[in-house]
């Protein structure tokens, strides 16, 4: 097993790294994968209502070019029966209640950026986990909810994150991205989830597949965190997972996929996915009306804006974050060496 490069070059990378993901566009990757989801969306229930969109390409992951996005971090917007990626949409900023959400969709901060450093990893997760409880929980009952993640979000083999959120909601399906589906670019290769909810209603049991799990396996001789819901269904990982000797557990995992076949085995993987989820009737419900509103008020979002707006500025790196110089960005609230687990 090669030894791992000193702090100060992992700190160094993550720096580049965090540049490369700034200056560089995801190309038509995610206007693939917009249309990927509108589709699920449709088959699984989503007619019109109300839908939430927040991160980095938000206005192309509702449907949008980045010139009708109002601005800010998140938007919302009244979705009708005909829309569909490159119609016009009116988007406003931030969420105006009293209205519930339907349908949530978060791109979270630097998603596809490989870190290095323990430290680093710790932070952007402890914003991704907080993200995807808010978005989960902002979503109203019977309503869906979709995360593009860092895969170590699922990978984590600290499962408290995904307890919390399979404790509100169902995992409808996820798929998997080879490394570089975002950008070509180094350093802005880690493998990113897209993964797919939908909020239970108040006493409904729960009756989704496990991805609470994140088990060791063996890999390439070497020993890595793979959450079950991947481990039982490889189809839904889009390329060949290696072991990654350059980065610390649990984002030590890369997977190598056809970037020419990436739409066609993306569509695929998502007809593979709702044909699972009608068959286990995790489809989209009505609000329940004797319940009381489980939509989210206003401070929720306010706190989605506020871990949205974190992601921003590292993402912008040290001109506009102080916490991030040469010598690397610092944790939440110390510096840690060692496996970035934890959260």
């Known amino acids: 097993m090669s030894p791992r490069p000193p702090r100060d070059l992992r700190r160094a990378a993550d720096l580049a790294a965090l540049r490369e993901h700034r200056i560089t566009r995801p190309g038509n990757a995610h206007m693939v ?22 991160g980095e390409d938000a ?18 917007a009244a979705v009708g029966p005909d829309h569909a990626p490159g119609r016009p949409l009116t988007v406003h900023p931030g969420w105006k209640g009293p209205e519930e959400i339907d349908l949530a969709i978060t791109s979270m901060p630097v998603n596809d950026v490989t870190l290095r450093d323990p430290s680093n990893i710790v932070a952007r997760r402890a914003d991704q986990v907080a993200l995807a409880i808010l978005t989960v929980r902002g979503t109203r009952p019977g309503g869906l909810s979709t995360l ?15 307890r ?25 290769d880690l493998p990113t989830d897209l993964l797919l909810f939908r909020r239970r209603h108040p006493g409904e049991p729960q009756r989704g597949a496990n991805f609470e799990t994140a088990p060791g396996i063996n890999l390439d001789g070497a020993r890595v965190t793979l959450n079950t819901y991947f481990d039982t269904r490889p189809d839904r990982m889009l390329g060949r997972a290696t072991y990654d000797p350059t980065s610390p557990p649990p ?18 993987a998502f007809e593979q996915l709702t044909a699972e989820a009608l068959r286990n009737d995790l489809t989209m419900t009505p609000a329940t009306q004797a319940a009381p ?17 974190r992601g921003q500025r590292l993402r912008s790196g040290p001109a506009a974050y102080p916490g991030i110089g040469q010598t690397g960005w610092r944790g939440p609230s110390r510096d840690i060496d060692g496996p970035a687990s934890g959260l």
């Open 33 to 54: 994968i917009a249309r990927e989801l509108w589709s699920a969306f449709r088959a699984l229930g989503f007619s019109s209502g109300r839908v939430l969109a927040g």
């Open 164 to 188: 919390e959120i399979a404790s509100m909601a169902e995992l409808v399906g996820a798929v998997r991205l080879p490394s570089g589906a975002h950008r070509h670019q180094p350093g802005t």
């Open 59 to 76: 206005a192309t992951f509702l449907g949008l070019s980045p010139g009708q996005w109002p601005g800010g971090t998140s938007g919302t």
């Open 251 to 268: 984002t030590n995992l890369t997977l190598t996929g056809n970037r020419n076949r990436f739409a066609v085995e993306l569509h695929a």
């Open 148 to 162: 593009l993640a860092s895969h170590d979000l699922m990978d984590d083999p600290v499962d408290i994150a995904r």
């Open 293 to 309: 509103s489980q939509g989210p008020r206003p401070n929720a979002v306010n706190d989605v804006d506020r871990y949205l707006s």
